[in-house]
Structures are given as structure tokens and as C-alpha cells.
């Protein structure tokens, strides 16, 4: 009965995550208003003064049971494909197989938006791919360009290259560099106030008074405050979920070491870190029980 009650427990919480996740981050809901897309794509390409909010269109794959929290936004400007993915500020070039399998995902998809057919002999038109990385930490040594071939095959001469331009904080008031620094911003609340709604909403009221992002804060404030405070749950939900899963596994190791017989409950103890003593004695009760 105790087995079948953790087994439901534990599909109850992968259906909770799987709802929870499927929000947008502040990131998404940001560049995913046309009048903030149009910004982001002149800071990238002041030159098209042509672009208006009509000629973009929003491409951006939406993760229904996954976790939006990845970040990648997708739209198609002047028959070019920009794919723009955020990194937070823990840096991994692994962010290049996230872009390579989104670029591949994201020309499908095209394919069959535009009722064109690959397998056919007739040559498909596909939009140029531009590649960028948000990074929202501390530049460093990072360089400003990251390569496939260079990161996981020591610049060999493979077959299929992702090149991607890594944008990090300047001295420039674009609608990227604000984004960049409302994260910073809010980093340093976190680390003063926590995971909590005093670094959230200290964190907006920062920006504001800064002018970074303060025409999007002073429209959608209530719905940041939401966004946020739900990007926490989600980590707590998943903390918890790992902590139950590793419990779980410890008491398994626990029951076979002690059915052995060969160790003391004090030497068991170090081997399970996550069961406290009294939880190994009533389990060698249950067992003694048992047998």
C-alpha cells in the first residue's frame, strides 16, 4: 500500500511540473511583443530601416510539456531565420546542440509552413540562418564567437558547422543589453532577499528607476511579478522531486545492505546520506518483521 501511495505521489508531481513548466520566462514574453521584437532585430540589423512590426514573423517553437526556462526564440525578418538563445549566467558551449537541434526543428517546421517538400527534386527556398547567444553573466575570457566544430571537435573539418554569436552586456542602451542588465539586477536581489517576492519586485522597481526595460515593467508589471515568482516554484517543485526520487533510491540500497546483514546500521548510514538513523532502524524493524 506504502508503494502504491509513492507511485501516485510521484506521477502526481511529473503531471504538476509538466503544467508548471509550460509558461513562458520573462525572456519569452518580452521579445514575443512585436513592438520589443522590432527592437531587438534593429539593435541586430540597424541597417533595415525598411522593418516594421508586420514584416516579422514570430517562429519561436513552443515547448508544451518541457521547460520553457531553455529560452530559444525564433522569427523570420528579411528571409532571414534569427534564432536567439539565452544562456543564463552558469556559461556551456552544450548551447550549440541546443542551437543545432532548434536550427534543424525550426527549418522543418518552415518546410511545412510554406507546403515545401524536401523529398522532392524540386529545390526547397529556406530563410539564412543567424545564429546569436544572450549571455546574461560576466563576459571574462568568453570569446564573442562560439563554434561546433571547434568546441567538440577540436576544429576538425566536420561535415555540418553552428557558428554563433555570443552577445553579452555593453555600454549600449539597446532593448538586448537592458534585458541583459534587468537579469544582472535581479541576480543581486536574489543573493540579498532569496528566492522571494522582495527580490522580484525590488528587482523591477531597480530597472525602472534605471530606465532599463521601463516601458515593458510599467505595462506588465503584475504579469512579471507572476512570471517570476512561478520560475521559483517550478525550481522548488523540482528539488523536491529530486530529493523524493534520491530518498527513495537510499532506501533501497538500504533495505538489500541490511537483508545482508553484513554492515552495521552506523556504516549503512554513510552509504544512504539521506535517510536519517531512525528511518534505517525502523526499516530493519519492517525487515526483522518480515523474515
Known amino acids: 500500500m506504502q508503494d502504491n501511495t509513492k507511485q501516485t505521489q510521484k506521477v502526481n508531481m511529473t503531471s504538476h511540473m509538466a503544467k508548471r513548466t509550460a509558461k513562458n520566462s520573462v525572456f519569452l514574453d518580452l521579445f514575443q511583443n512585436k513592438r520589443y521584437l522590432l527592437k531587438l532585430y534593429k539593435t541586430l540589423h540597424p541597417e533595415d530601416a525598411a522593418a516594421t512590426e508586420d514584416s516579422l514573423t514570430d517562429v519561436t517553437i513552443t515547448n508544451v510539456l518541457t521547460d520553457n526556462l531553455y529560452n530559444d526564440l525564433g522569427f523570420i525578418a528579411n528571409n532571414k531565420l534569427m534564432i536567439l538563445v539565452e544562456a543564463q549566467s552558469t556559461w556551456t558551449v552544450n548551447i550549440l546542440v541546443r542551437i543545432l537541434l532548434y536550427l534543424a526543428h525550426s527549418y522543418h517546421k518552415y518546410f511545412q ?79 540579498k ?66 537483508k545482508k546483514g553484513k554492515m552495521t546500521l552506523e556504516d549503512i548510514a554513510e552509504c544512504v546520506p539521506s535517510l536519517s538513523f531512525d528511518e534505517l532502524r525502523e526499516l530493519e524493524a519492517e525487515i526483522m518483521q518480515l523474515t
Open 113 to 191: 509552413r510554406t507546403c515545401q517538400d524536401y523529398y522532392k527534386s524540386r529545390k526547397v527556398k529556406m530563410p539564412k540562418p543567424e545564429l546569436y547567444v544572450i549571455f546574461t553573466g560576466n563576459k571574462g575570457r568568453k570569446p564573442d564567437k562560439i563554434y561546433l566544430s571547434k568546441e567538440f571537435f577540436q576544429g576538425a573539418d566536420i561535415d555540418i558547422e553552428v557558428k554563433a554569436k555570443v552577445i553579452y552586456e555593453s555600454d549600449t542602451d539597446d532593448i538586448i543589453n537592458q534585458y541583459i542588465i534587468f537579469c544582472k539586477v535581479f541576480n543581486e536581489q536574489t543573493k
Open 193 to 258: 532577499f532569496g528566492m522571494t517576492q522582495k527580490a522580484v519586485t525590488e528587482t523591477i522597481c531597480i530597472c525602472k528607476d534605471r530606465n532599463v526595460l521601463r516601458e515593458y515593467l510599467l505595462d506588465r508589471e503584475k504579469e512579471v511579478v507572476t512570471i517570476m515568482m512561478s520560475l521559483f516554484d517550478e525550481e522548488q517543485i523540482m528539488k523536491s522531486f529530486i530529493k523524493s526520487e534520491r530518498h527513495d533510491a537510499d532506501r533501497e540500497t538500504a533495505e538489500r545492505l541490511i
